[in-house]
C-alpha cells in the first residue's frame, strides 16, 4: 500500500524557515516522482515543487523560486521541502504527492494535482506577521 506522510510543519514568524519532510512507504522513489502543493483557505491546490528522479529535474511555482528547495534522501525514502524567508501568503496546508515519474517528464506539467495519484494527509503551515 503506497502511503505519503508529511510532517514539519508549524508556526513560523515571516523570514523564518522551515524543513517539511515528506515520507513514503510502500514504494521506493525510483518508481515516482514526487510533489509538493499548498492550499490556502478558500483557495485551489496548486503546485509548488516537484522532484523526478526518472529524468533528475526538479522544478518550482514561480512565488517560490529562490526561496524553497526540494530534495531526497533516496535511503530514507523521503523527500523534504525547504522553506526559507517564509511569507504571509505562504501559509497553508502543505500535501505531497507521488506521480508516475514518465507521465512527468512527458507533459513537463510537474505542477499539475491532476497527475498526482497518491497523496499525504497533509501539515499545516503558518507564516506569522
Known amino acids: 500500500e503506497v502511503q505519503l506522510v508529511e510532517s514539519g510543519g508549524g508556526l513560523v514568524q515571516a523570514g523564518g524557515s522551515l524543513r517539511l519532510s515528506c515520507a513514503a512507504s510502500?514504494?521506493?522513489?525510483?518508481?515516482?516522482?514526487i510533489g509538493w502543493f499548498r492550499q490556502a483557505p478558500g483557495k485551489e491546490r496548486e503546485g509548488v515543487s516537484y522532484i523526478n528522479s526518472y529524468d533528475s529535474s526538479t522544478d518550482y511555482a514561480d512565488s517560490v523560486k529562490g526561496r524553497f528547495t526540494i530534495s531526497s534522501d533516496n535511503a530514507k525514502n523521503t523527500v523534504y521541502l525547504h522553506m526559507n524567508t517564509l511569507k504571509p501568503e505562504d501559509t497553508a496546508v502543505y500535501y505531497c504527492?507521488?506521480?508516475?515519474?514518465?507521465?512527468?517528464?512527458?507533459?513537463?506539467?510537474?505542477?499539475?494535482?491532476?497527475?498526482?495519484?497518491?497523496w499525504g494527509q497533509g501539515t499545516q503551515v503558518t507564516v506569522s506577521s
Open positions: 504527492a507521488a506521480a508516475n515519474p514518465l507521465k512527468l517528464s512527458l507533459t513537463l506539467m510537474g505542477l499539475a494535482t491532476q497527475l498526482y495519484d497518491y
Open positions: 510502500g514504494f521506493t522513489f525510483d518508481d515516482y516522482a
